[in-house]
């Protein structure tokens, strides 16, 4: 296949054999994960500009393995290091890191749509790596990357999301992507934390944890955004633990070996107990390794515009 998308934006871009020519680019670099030297030479003499004007652990640093295994040069911006802060527009912040000319820009962004704008003004491909409540494509594509190598095949399964889906560009995103792969995907949320047109996507809602947990395949529990919170849609952080929190008691009502999710950071013992978050059933971890596979993928894939290795 040769790949033929200049940007990824959002998952929706991307069609079935696409996603899958992603997980099995992905699968072959993990081969590469188990090597004493973890280096190939695919991307020497390019260049990726990891932009990010939010905060990042999982992303900034996968993204950035990602390209230094592939023997690509990374040079890392954030916010408090970029004259964003001095009040240079956006504008003027992509026409700069475009005359430096990069191979790639990977960016996260507190506005929805900041990825599309930047695209449409560089030559570069770029990569979006959150942009406000609007989409986390990568996100999305390592999640159901870890759960296709546990289950093989995520078509026909059955999963929850579960949390603060109104801020969450994770679900919108993992909505997408799941349904597309044939799973059945569940919404469970506080009414407040659910977006009106949650309604019209093609998933079922429910408000009680305890039915929306009932013989589910896997549970992917969301970050309480605390810091995107508008006064009045979480009164009490305690009742919201004691009735959206995921505890030992919801997972005997899934389906037995019911795999956990959480993109991260965690609010231990807020949106999930803490010893699930750790079981051996959690894939809490397996995300954060897959998320280096499928973003070496995504590097390879866009910087190279190739399908082949
Ligand atoms: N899941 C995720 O995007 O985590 P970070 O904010 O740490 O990158």
Redesign the pocket.
Known sequence: MKWLHKDLLDVSQLSRPEVMAIFETAGRFQELQERPVKKVPTLKGRSVILFFA?????????FDVAGKRLSADTFSLTKSSSSLIKGETLKDTALTLQAMAPDAIVM?HWCSGAARFLSRRVECSVIN??DGRHA?PT?ALLDSFTLHQEWGEVAGKTILILGDIAHSR?ARSNVLLLTMLGARVRLCAPRTLLPPAARSWPVTVYSDLNEAVRGVDAVMCL?LQLERQQDGLLPDLREYARTYGLGPRHVELARPEVKILH???INRGVEINSELADCADSLILD?VSS?VVVRMALLFLYMTRKGEM
Do not use: F, I
């Open positions: 939010e905060p990042s652990t999982r992303t900034k640093t996968s996260r790596a959150g986390h996100q994770v970050r993109p991260g950071p995300q998320g």
